[in-house]
C-alpha cells in the first residue's frame, strides 16, 4: 500500500495543499506549531474515518471556513485508487472511492490502512479507558471495517437508550416494557463487538508479546480484556466461549443493573465501559511499570498491528510516525526503524534530522513546513 498524493482544503491550518509522495520513507520537519502532526491526522483520517486528536469533526475544518475536503490517490495491489471526504457539519460527511459515492464507512475505509503512532500514544496506558477503547476500535477497523458500523450502530442505541432512560426522570416502578426493547438490541450489538474485540486482542498479543520480549530479553507481556459483562480475560489464551455465551451474560446484566440505570438515567454496563490492561511478568503496567517499560509495551503493540495487518489484508498498512523518535532512547529508536521493514511506506514528523542514522536518511523523501508552506528540500 502506498499514498501517492495527498491534497487538503481547509483543513485544520491549511487553505490549499498539494503534496506528491515519491518515496517509501517520508520524512516531514519543522518547528512545533507549523502543522506536521495535521498531515497525518489526515492520512490517517482516510483509514478510519476518525481523528488522533480533534473529539468532532468540525475541529478539523480551518477556522472561520465551514467545509474542509481530504483527497488523495493510493495505489494498492497495483490499482490506483482515489479516495475523497468532504465534512461539511451538520450535514454528513462525504465518501467518494474513485469519484463513485460511498454511504458505507466500511465501504470506504476497507482501500486504506494506516498505523499512527504519536507522543499520545505514548501515554496509553496512563490514559482513560476511553483513550485505550479508541486506540482498540480504530486497530480493528483497519482488519475488519464493518466492525465501525457495528460500533456506530451501538452508540446510536445507546444514546436513544439514555434518552429513555432521562425521560423516566428516577422512576423505578415505571412501565419499563421499551427499555427492554433497548436493551435487547444493546445486548446484540454489544455481545457482538466484546466477541470481535476478544478475538482480535487475542491474535495481537501474540504478535506484541514476541516484540516486547525482543526488546526487553526476559520480560513477559500479557494483555486483559476488562468487561463489564464477562469479567477480566488474558487474551493470551483463547477465549473459550461463543458469542451466545456473551449475549446471555449481557442480558443478565442489563437486568441486574436495571434499577441503577433507572436511577443514574445513564447505561452502566456495556462494551462502551470496558477496558484493556497490560502486565508485565504478571504485574499492572499501570501501576508498576517504569517510563520505559510502558513506552515498550506500547511500541510492541504498534508494531503487532502492523505485522497483524499485513497478515489479515495480504498488504503493509502505512506507518505514521509523529514526533515519536524523539521520546524513545536509543534502543527503542534503532528497534522501530530496523522493524518497519523496505515495504512498509513510513511517514514520519521530526523537529530536525537530527535522531535519524545516515544509512536511513539516503532514500528519504524530505518534506519542510515552514509559515504554513510545506516544501521538498535536501539535506
Not at 480493528?140 to 450502530?153: C, D, M, T, V, W
Request: hydrophobic share 40%; net charge neutral; aromatic share 8%.
Amino acid at each position: 500500500m502506498f499514498i501517492k498524493s495527498l491534497k487538503l482544503k481547509n483543513f485544520r491550518n491549511y487553505c490549499d495543499l498539494d503534496l506528491d509522495f515519491n518515496s517509501k520513507k517520508i520524512l516531514i520537519i519543522g518547528k512545533n506549531a507549523q502543522g506536521k502532526t495535521n498531515l497525518l491526522e489526515a492520512v490517517y483520517y482516510l483509514s478510519a474515518l476518525d481523528s488522533i486528536r480533534a473529539k468532532s469533526d468540525s475541529e478539523l475544518i480551518k477556522w472561520g471556513e465551514e467545509f474542509c475536503n481530504i483527497k488523495a490517490e493510493i495505489k494498492k495491489f497495483d490499482i490506483d485508487i482515489d479516495l475523497e471526504i468532504n465534512i461539511n457539519p451538520p450535514n454528513r460527511k462525504k465518501l467518494k472511492v474513485n469519484g463513485l459515492n460511498k454511504n458505507k464507512s466500511s465501504e470506504f475505509i476497507s482501500n486504506i490502512s494506516a498505523v499512527c503512532f504519536t507522543v499520545n500514544d505514548l501515554l496509553l496506558l496512563r490514559g482513560a479507558p476511553e483513550d485505550r477503547r479508541k486506540w482498540l476500535n480504530n486497530a480493528i477497523s483497519q482488519i475488519f471495517p464493518a466492525y465501525i458500523e457495528r460500533l456506530n450502530k451501538y452508540n446510536k442505541i445507546k444514546t436513544q437508550k439514555n434518552n429513555y432512560l432521562k425521560d423516566l426522570k428516577g422512576n423505578i416502578n415505571a412501565d419499563t416494557s421499551m427499555l427492554d426493547i433497548w436493551n435487547e438490541q444493546l445486548a446484540i450489538t454489544g455481545s457482538n463487538l466484546i466477541f470481535i474485540r476478544l478475538n482480535f486482542l487475542h491474535e495481537l498479543q501474540k504478535i506484541a508479546a514476541e516484540k516486547h520480549k525482543q526488546i526487553s530479553n526476559t520480560e513477559n507481556l500479557s494483555v486483559f480484556y476488562n468487561s463489564s459483562i464477562i469479567g477480566d480475560i488474558n487474551c493470551s489464551e483463547k477465549f473459550p466461549y461463543n458469542n451466545e455465551y456473551i449475549l446471555e451474560n449481557f442480558k443478565q446484566k442489563l437486568e441486574e443493573k436495571k434499577p441503577e440505570e433507572i436511577i443514574r438515567a445513564q447505561s452502566v454496563v456495556g462494551a462502551h465501559r470496558d477496558d484493556v490492561s497490560f502486565y508485565i511478568n504478571d504485574n499492572d503496567a499501570k501501576k508498576f511499570a517504569s517510563q520505559g517499560q510502558q513506552r515498550t509495551i506500547v511500541l510492541s503493540l504498534k508494531l503487532a498491528e502492523l505485522e497483524l495487518i499485513k497478515e489479515k489484508i495480504h498488504t503493509n498498512a502505512i506507518l505514521l510516525l509523529d514526533d515519536v523518535l524523539a521520546e524513545l532512547d536509543d534502543l527503542r529508536q534503532n528497534f522501530l526503524l530496523d522493524a518497519i521493514g523496505d515495504e512498509t511506506q513510513t511517514i514520519i514528523t521530526s523537529v530536525d534530522t537530527l535522531h535519524f542514522k545516515e544509512e536511513y536518511l539516503k532514500n528519504v523523501e524530505i518534506f519542510e513546513i515552514k509559515d504554513n508552506t510545506v516544501f521538498k528540500t535536501n539535506f
